[in-house]
């Protein structure tokens, strides 16, 4: 079995409603509500779901541009350690758990210092939906690449330079590029300056969220070949964040399909897109529109709108636009099993419905 | 005018100015396009010249530059004559070197004024934007505080209790004048947070300091350098009213609102000749108001050329 490269555990977030006159803390919207993930040294997960699932808000809470409510994610960690925390922290005896969560400090990426998070921010790097917002509009080609190497102190004077040119190489940009504002491209060209800031200090990990959104189709596909060259090149590590399901199918070695905060099925590509297990993934695949007008699909749509996040239904999330759902599916809620290999789903149906 | 093409930016590329340069150029051709700008930077330059050149072009005869001499104690004022250009105050006060001195003394006030607001408000704004929680409610409460009181009402009390005169003045109009900058800043600071260059900047690395410097502020600034530009124009007119008062400089200084000030009892001339003492209001009034113009038309066309809503992206 492969090496996890981050192994996430009961991670959640949530985000505080105020409201009142004294702005009392009156309710939270659980953007990730308790999410187990792992992910694998040199794959390329895909994470799908619909707006407002919790899927950015999940990278994100990996690169600690937001901080988690609770839960832990382990960064490069070996198995043993983490299974010495994680069973340290079960722990009936209450000096072991503190034991635990002193070790916490030191492995934990929710919890490590500003100091110690730095050299990781080497390793973990994220490229953006939008390229003309991840840019900042007032600074050359040149010094937004090289910004993780100055910002870090990792280089200096010439070698940067150097470094620059040798990235904008690597993302098919040239050497006239480095001294040009951002508003002098295309939206293509744009996310190749994004792509080769996140290549910068070498990274392990990249965060892809939405890269391929916000451009042209036809760039589209340009920009996803190119992150598919790079991860060979690199032996880079992806999280690919995304609603379009097809991009995902082109990239990803495995997909995780999120919903209303918390994991709904989870599997290698191929298994996912031949025999969709969880009742909504079955709905989002037949989605996918199909470039033939003769083709005969059954079309699940989905009634009924994404419940609050505020307030999510009890028992199975899903249940209430389920039309499987039974009273079990009410009342308690699923967990991850695994199906068959690698493929986990969380539904407690998926054996009768499948 | 022949159109700008994608060769003519090449030939510009190869002349190899430095891209900030060519930015700067951008703006400037923009910024001198309006004939209002070239007015009001017209208005703007003289005085500074002015300014400037005051010893030489009125040189002082006290001990105290900014003292006006008389020549007598006569209390009508007198017509502009050989001796006195621009004509006399009440007891005989030169008002061509009022003038003159007096723009020193505008840009001195205005100048330093603005600029300690726009450091105090840069600073808190940045801090209470970017920080957020706790600081932010304490710092925007207390600009509140200011904005709850009148503020010609507050600025007299403050000037009395600092004990007048214009050090005075200039303390106060400090003290009252960073919550505005405070307010501008911390606005433009929370739209620019959370957008993805800043994300990209923390996920660099890069600490607090270095986003506010590096990636928040050179985003944000222009709105209150426009601010501050206009500002000028008013923090001196304020001081004039100070002066008009009674609040401010001592009599026979060289300020522009205690000369009309001084002028107080001249507006209208005996009954024969109402408009016998013109020179010792319009004067004076003429030349407040054409040096606020001039920052107001510099403060407009920097916003045009600055305003990011209205440049090319």
Same mark, same amino acid.
């Given at each position: 079995?492969?090496?996890?490269?981050i192994?996430i555990r009961e991670l959640k977030k949530y985000y505080p409603v105020h409201g009142?006159?004294?702005?009392?803390h009156i309710a939270d919207i659980k953007a990730v509500d308790g999410v187990d993930l792992?992910i694998?040294?040199?794959?390329?997960l895909?994470l799908v779901g619909e707006s407002g699932c919790g899927k950015t808000t999940l990278g994100k809470t990996i690169l600690r541009l937001h901080g988690a409510t609770s839960g832990r994610i382990?960064?490069?960690?070996?198995?043993?350690?983490?299974?010495?925390?994680?069973?340290?922290?079960?722990?009936?005896?209450?000096?072991?758990?503190?034991?635990?969560?002193?070790?916490?400090?030191?492995?934990?990426l929710t919890?490590?210092?500003?100091?110690?998070?730095?050299?990781?921010?080497?390793?973990?790097?994220i490229?953006f939906q939008?390229?003309?917002?991840?840019?900042?509009?007032?600074?050359?080609?040149?010094?937004?690449?090289?910004?993780?190497?100055?910002?870090?102190?990792?280089?200096?004077?010439?070698?940067?330079?150097?470094?620059?040119?040798?990235?904008?190489?690597?993302?098919?940009?040239?050497?006239?590029?480095?001294?040009?504002?951002?508003?002098?491209?295309?939206?293509?060209?744009?996310?190749?300056?994004?792509?080769?800031?996140?290549?910068?200090?070498?990274?392990?990990?990249?965060l892809m969220d939405e890269?391929?959104?916000?451009?042209?189709?036809?760039?589209?596909?340009?920009?996803?070949?190119?992150?598919?060259?790079?991860?060979?090149?690199?032996?880079?590590?992806?999280l690919f964040v995304t609603h379009?399901?097809?991009?995902?199918?082109?990239?990803?070695?495995?997909?995780a399909v999120m919903y209303l905060g918390k994991m709904a099925e989870l599997?290698?590509?191929?298994?996912?897109?031949?025999?969709?297990?969880?009742?909504y993934?079955?709905?989002?695949?037949?989605?996918?529109?199909?470039?033939?007008?003769?083709?005969?699909?059954?079309?699940?749509?989905?009634?009924?709108d994404v419940p609050n996040p505020i307030n999510p239904p009890s028992?199975c999330r899903f249940?209430p636009r389920?039309?499987?759902?039974?009273?079990?599916?009410?009342?308690?809620e699923?967990?991850l099993?695994?199906?068959?290999?690698?493929?986990?789903?969380a539904?407690?149906?998926?054996?009768?419905?499948? | 005018?022949?159109?700008?093409?994608?060769?003519?930016?090449?030939?510009?590329?190869?002349?190899?100015?430095?891209?900030?340069?060519?930015?700067?150029?951008?703006? &400037?051709?923009?910024?001198?396009?309006?004939?209002?700008?070239?007015?009001?930077?017209?208005?703007?330059?003289?005085?500074?010249?002015?300014?400037?050149? +005051?010893?030489?072009?009125?040189?002082?005869?006290?001990?105290?530059?900014?003292?006006?001499?008389?020549?007598?104690?006569?209390?009508?004022?007198?017509?502009?004559?050989?001796?006195?250009?621009?004509?006399?105050?009440?007891?005989?006060?030169?008002?061509?070197?009022?003038?003159?001195?007096?723009?020193?003394?505008?840009?001195?006030?205005?100048?330093?004024?603005? &600029?300690?607001?726009?450091?105090?408000?840069?600073?808190?704004?940045?801090?209470?934007?970017?920080?957020g929680?706790?600081?932010?409610?304490?710092?925007?409460?207390?600009?509140?505080?200011?904005? &709850?009181?009148?503020?010609?009402?507050?600025?007299?009390?403050?000037?009395?209790?600092?004990?007048?005169?214009?050090? +005075?003045?200039?303390?106060?109009?400090?003290?009252?004048?960073?919550?505005?900058?405070?307010?501008?800043?911390?606005?433009?600071?929370?739209?620019?947070r959370d957008?993805d260059?800043?994300l990209?900047?923390r996920a660099?690395?890069?600490?607090?300091?270095?986003?506010?410097?590096?990636?928040?502020?050179?985003?944000?600034?222009?709105?209150?350098?426009?601010?501050?530009?206009?500002?000028?124009?008013?923090?001196?007119?304020? +001081? &004039?009213?100070?002066?008009?008062?009674?609040?401010?400089?001592?009599?026979?200084?060289?300020?522009?609102?205690?000369?009309?000030?001084?002028?107080?009892?001249?507006?209208?001339?005996?009954?024969?000749?109402?408009?016998?003492?013109?020179?010792?209001?319009?004067?004076?009034?003429?030349?407040? +108001?054409?040096?606020?113009?001039?920052?107001?038309?510099?403060?407009?066309?920097?916003?045009?050329?600055?305003?990011?809503?209205?440049?090319?992206?």
């Amino acid at each position: 079995m492969a090496e996890n490269l981050i192994d996430i555990r009961e991670l959640k977030k949530y985000y505080p409603v105020h409201g009142g006159i004294f702005k009392r803390h009156i309710a939270d919207i659980k953007a990730v509500d308790g999410v187990d993930l792992k992910i694998e040294k040199g794959e390329c997960l895909g994470l799908v779901g619909e707006s407002g699932c919790g899927k950015t808000t999940l990278g994100k809470t990996i690169l600690r541009l937001h901080g988690a409510t609770s839960g832990r994610i382990y960064f490069g960690q070996s198995e043993d350690i983490i299974e010495r925390i994680e069973s340290l922290l079960k722990s009936e005896n209450p000096e072991e758990r503190q034991e635990g969560e002193k070790l916490l400090r030191q492995h934990d990426l929710t919890r490590l210092s500003r100091k110690n998070l730095l050299p990781l921010r080497k390793k973990i790097q994220i490229v953006f939906q939008d390229p003309s917002n991840s840019l900042n509009p007032r600074m050359l080609v040149k010094a937004i690449i090289a910004e993780p190497l100055i910002a870090q102190r990792l280089m200096s004077g010439k070698d940067i330079e150097k470094r620059v040119l040798e990235l904008l190489y690597t993302v098919g940009l040239a050497k006239e590029h480095m001294m040009r504002y951002p508003h002098e491209f295309s939206g293509g060209q744009r996310q190749r300056i994004a792509i080769a800031r996140a290549l910068a200090t070498y990274p392990e990990f990249i965060l892809m969220d939405e890269p391929t959104s916000a451009l042209d189709v036809s760039v589209q596909a340009q920009i996803l070949n190119l992150l598919k060259k790079l991860q060979d090149e690199f032996k880079l590590t992806y999280l690919f964040v995304t609603h379009h399901l097809l991009v995902v199918k082109h990239i990803s070695n495995r997909i995780a399909v999120m919903y209303l905060g918390k994991m709904a099925e989870l599997g290698p590509t191929a298994e996912i897109f031949d025999k969709p297990l969880h009742p909504y993934t079955k709905a989002l695949l037949s989605a996918i529109p199909i470039p033939d007008p003769k083709t005969k699909m059954e079309k699940i749509i989905l009634s009924g709108d994404v419940p609050n996040p505020i307030n999510p239904p009890s028992g199975c999330r899903f249940h209430p636009r389920c039309k499987y759902a039974k009273d079990i599916c009410r009342e308690v809620e699923p967990k991850l099993e695994v199906a068959e290999g690698r493929h986990q789903v969380a539904c407690h149906r998926w054996k009768e419905i499948s | 005018m022949a159109l700008h093409t994608a060769e003519d930016t090449i030939k510009e590329r190869n002349v190899a100015i430095h891209p900030r340069l060519q930015e700067f150029t951008f703006s &400037a051709k923009r910024f001198l396009k309006n004939p209002l700008t070239i007015i009001g930077l017209v208005i703007i330059l003289s005085f500074a010249m002015i300014a400037l050149f +005051a010893p030489l072009i009125a040189p002082p005869q006290n001990a105290d530059p900014y003292r006006i001499p008389h020549t007598g104690w006569k209390m009508a004022p007198s017509p502009p004559s050989a001796e006195h250009p621009l004509g006399t105050l009440e007891q005989q006060y030169d008002i061509f070197y009022g003038i003159i001195w007096g723009t020193r003394l505008a840009f001195k006030i205005g100048v330093v004024v603005v &600029a300690v607001n726009l450091i105090i408000g840069i600073i808190l704004g940045s801090v209470a934007g970017y920080f957020g929680g706790i600081t932010d409610e304490i710092i925007m409460r207390i600009t509140d505080m200011f904005y &709850a009181i009148p503020f010609l009402v507050m600025a007299m009390a403050l000037v009395v209790a600092l004990g007048r005169g214009l050090k +005075a003045v200039i303390i106060t109009l400090i003290i009252l004048g960073w919550p505005t900058y405070t307010r501008v800043i911390r606005g433009e600071i929370l739209v620019l947070r959370d957008r993805d260059f800043v994300l990209a900047a923390r996920a660099s690395g890069a600490s607090h300091l270095r986003i506010i410097f590096k990636h928040i502020l050179p985003n944000s600034i222009y709105s209150v350098l426009i601010i501050a530009s206009m500002n000028v124009g008013t923090i001196v007119l304020t +001081a &004039a009213a100070l002066s008009f008062l009674g609040l401010g400089s001592e009599t026979g200084y060289a300020d522009w609102g205690q000369m009309v000030s001084m002028s107080r009892n001249w507006i209208v001339g005996p009954a024969d000749n109402r408009l016998a003492f013109w020179y010792v209001v319009i004067i004076p009034g003429l030349v407040i +108001a054409l040096f606020v113009l001039g920052w107001n038309l510099l403060g407009d066309a920097a916003r045009d050329v600055f305003d990011p809503k209205m440049r090319r992206r």
